[in-house]
């Protein structure tokens, strides 16, 4: 057995603390061995004492009701340092004993045998006292020995649960925080390559898991380690720190042909999964972060920046993306949002909706306005809906925000019913929330709850996530629709969907995407798109509205094409209530 860094005194406080043994309850299965220990060796006293900075620590004790002594005095604490068994054979007859707490409290004689771990760390001793001054036999120095050698195995078992994967058999992320923080006290000096291989994306796994049930995670694991141990080789430690995620440390030279390196990791592992003699297509991607071992505060923060680091490369798709400051702060920067965004809901005032007027081609009259949200983030100032209402339909958050801003507008229309002069609000939802079984029963709640009939609103969402609809969503939208709603296809263009596919929905409404307006004056092409749309569009029953407009132009092309409503700077931007009253009132004269 390899013996400790002697010197190393913190490394060797670390590995005992890693171990979290330190302050735990009493256990049987080591009480067992110092009730054997005590009478194998014919000591009344025997315990499992652990050297901690300052005391020894009885993880076991048996003939005695101490829980720990200072360290300085104890025999222990020159016990570990023992190549067998330390043995003190009378304390009053030894001079670093004899005043001890120990000898003043009666014992004369100490055994005691170190536990040493695999890795060479001496945590403490199993030990024997009495309070007669007596020697050891060579037979009782080998079962001293054994025993503590039986309470190491004990130890180790107790550690490797909760440190091994039961899936793959690797070792999980635990056991890689504990390496990485060993290996960066071994050699602060050096760099090294974190590499993350995220086996599949999130859609794909749950579609796996549907077609092929529960074997097909295990499946998908275990011969993607394979793959991976057979092209990195045997030396490379594999960590399995997700359910499809693994990750290895590499030597810091690997950078140089870690592109290479990459493509023959995405080769092995799209080759290498059957699953009951099926091939299943895999859709790899890694994350790199080079690291000086000396910067590891926290090894959690190494692998956060490499989760990082493969996301982007899923969403860039590409097949390796290397971890960058700045990727990371707009990962960390959406981090903050998604968590202050609920707050933000409850109780302040950082959420506000602005309004805007929607007029009739034909009398130049309002119809409506749209209500669209702002946040003014405490610290972070403006932050704009394009960015956080992707962050909220990626969580749950989509709920609240969405009956926050249904909440909201409704209170605000009751206000302008009571004027007499407000036709309608059009709200925009995510998808996500027509996947709410309980959707339009919710928005029937908040109308009545604000007195505003159902024919005073509509709702618009965009077409480029219809990709599929649900059953759940497509009832939504016909109970919406029976309820009176208006429903409206947003951003219409940019999606996936063809005027015969809309055909599924219940929807009455079309609004062109503002992308197709802003080019009218110059595009013949959008010209000729545009008109072409409006007329089909109108074919099939539906209204148009345009939206972004921002020219004469391209008002008086929509004019004579008869679409049907405008909404742009041209007329209005998105006003708060007060100028809306205001822009109405004008409007008028
Ligand atoms: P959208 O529903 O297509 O809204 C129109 C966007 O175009 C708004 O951006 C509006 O301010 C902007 N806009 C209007 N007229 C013009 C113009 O003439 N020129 C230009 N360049 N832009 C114009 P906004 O408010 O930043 O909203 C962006 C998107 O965020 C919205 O696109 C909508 O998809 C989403 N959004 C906004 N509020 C909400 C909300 O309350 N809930 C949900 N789920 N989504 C929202
Ligand atoms: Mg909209
Ligand atoms: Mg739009």
Same mark, same amino acid.
């Given at each position: 057995m390899q013996r400790v860094i002697i010197e190393n005194e913190a490394a060797r406080q670390n590995a005992l603390r890693n %171990?979290? %043994? %330190?302050?735990?309850a009493p256990s049987e299965s080591f009480d067992r061995i110092t009730r054997l220990a005590s009478r194998l060796l014919g000591a009344p006293v025997s315990t499992i004492s652990l050297t901690d900075n300052d005391r020894q620590w009885f993880k076991s004790r048996f003939g005695v009701d101490l829980a720990e002594i200072p360290r300085?005095?104890?025999?222990c604490s020159y016990a570990i340092y023992a190549d067998e068994v330390f043995v003190v054979r009378d304390m009053l007859a030894d001079d670093r004993f004899k005043d001890s707490i120990l000898a003043n409290a009666g014992i004369r004689f100490y055994a005691g045998a170190p536990l040493i771990t695999r890795t060479g760390y001496a945590l403490g001793t199993l030990c024997v006292v009495d309070d007669k001054p007596r020697t050891v036999t060579d037979d009782e120095r080998h079962l001293l020995v054994d025993l503590a050698a039986m309470v190491m195995t004990q130890i180790e078992v107790q550690n490797t649960i909760g440190r091994i994967h039961p899936t793959s058999g690797y070792p999980n992320e635990y056991q890689f925080f504990e390496d990485l923080e060993d290996l960066a006290r071994r050699q602060p000096e050096r760099q090294t390559v974190g590499l993350l291989i995220e086996l599949a994306s999130p859609q794909q796994i749950t579609h796996g898991l549907r077609v092929l049930g529960a074997a097909y995670a295990e499946e998908l694991i275990r011969s993607a380690t394979e793959a991976i141990r057979r092209t990195l080789g045997d030396e490379i430690q594999i960590y399995h720190v997700g359910p499809t995620r693994c990750l290895v440390l590499l030597d810091q030279s690997a950078i140089v042909g870690i592109e290479a390196l990459a493509e023959r990791l995405d080769g092995s592992l799209r080759n290498t999964l059957l699953f009951c003699g099926v091939p299943v297509n895999l859709d790899p991607v890694m994350g790199v972060y080079v690291f000086a071992l000396s910067a590891v505060e926290n090894p959690r923060d190494i692998m956060r920046r490499l989760f990082n680091a493969a996301d982007d490369a899923r969403k860039t798709g590409r097949c390796l993306a290397l971890y960058t400051e700045m990727g990371d702060r707009a990962h960390a920067r959406s981090f903050r949002l998604i968590n202050d965004m609920r707050d933000a809901l409850t109780g302040s005032a950082d959420f506000r909706l602005l309004y805007q007027p929607v007029v009739d081609f034909a009398s130049g009259r309002c119809t409506g306005a749209e209500a669209l949200l702002r946040w003014r983030h405490k610290t972070l100032g403006d932050v704009g809906p394009a960015e956080f209402i992707p962050l909220a339909e990626g969580t749950a958050l989509i709920r609240p925000l969405t009956a926050w801003v249904l909440d909201t507008a409704m209170g605000q229309l009751a206000e302008w019913v009571k004027t007499g002069r407000f036709p309608k609000i059009s709200i925009n939802i995510s998808m996500r929330n027509l996947e709410e079984s309980d959707f339009a029963e919710t928005l029937a709640s908040v109308l009545d709850r604000h007195g505003v009939g159902a024919g005073m609103i509509q709702i618009e969402f965009t077409e480029s996530v219809l990709v599929s609809y649900s059953a759940r969503a497509l009832d939504q939208l016909r109970v919406l629709k029976e309820m009176g709603v208006a429903i409206a296809i947003d951003d219409f263009g940019t999606g996936y969907s063809g005027l015969s596919y809309l055909q599924q929905l219940p929807a009455t409404v079309l609004k062109i995407d503002q992308s197709f307006i802003k080019s009218l004056a110059v595009s013949e092409h959008d010209q000729k798109l545009v008109h072409g749309v409006i007329a089909m569009a109108h074919d099939l029953g539906y209204r148009v509205v345009a939206e972004g407009i921002e020219n004469h132009e391209a008002y008086d092309m929509l004019a004579a094409w008869n679409c049907d409503e405008a909404q742009g700077y041209l007329i209005a931007p998105p006003l708060a209530p007060v100028m809306m009253d205001e822009w109405l009132e004008s409007a008028k004269g």
């Open positions: %171990l979290r %043994l %330190l302050d735990t300085g005095e104890a025999p």
